[in-house]
């Protein structure tokens, strides 16, 4: 695991194997990260031609927070400073580009809304 800044984790936290965070990340109390799970910062500035597709430097700081009662299904990759509302669902393999509304079940490629819990 890498963390720029920090990992700040609550109570009843639970992990599993193979976590990638690039970001500072805020999980709640009573979250399941599943494995495979990936917390990505925000995507990468393409320069014009001729000019390096990396100066060095910093990228923006990007901050991801788990409110809390979360699940993270096994390789959910979770891009960009977002926060995903507490008792939302991530489902297994989704691209989280967005905040994620209290009490909601999304998943997919983008994610999106599939219930209300």
Known sequence: MLSPNFFRAGNDVRIGSDLLCEVDLTVGDGVLISSRVCFIGNDHVIPP????????GGMPETHIRLAGDNLIGNGAIILGSVEIG????VGAGSLVL?????????????ARVIRTR
Not at 49 to 56: L, M, R
Not at 86 to 89: K, N
Not at 98 to 110: F, L, N, S
């Open 49 to 56: 031609a001729g000019q390096p597709i990396y100066p060095g």
């Open 98 to 110: 967005h905040d994620v509304a209290p009490d909601t079940i999304v998943a997919g490629r983008p």
């Open 86 to 89: 507490h008792g939302a669902v």
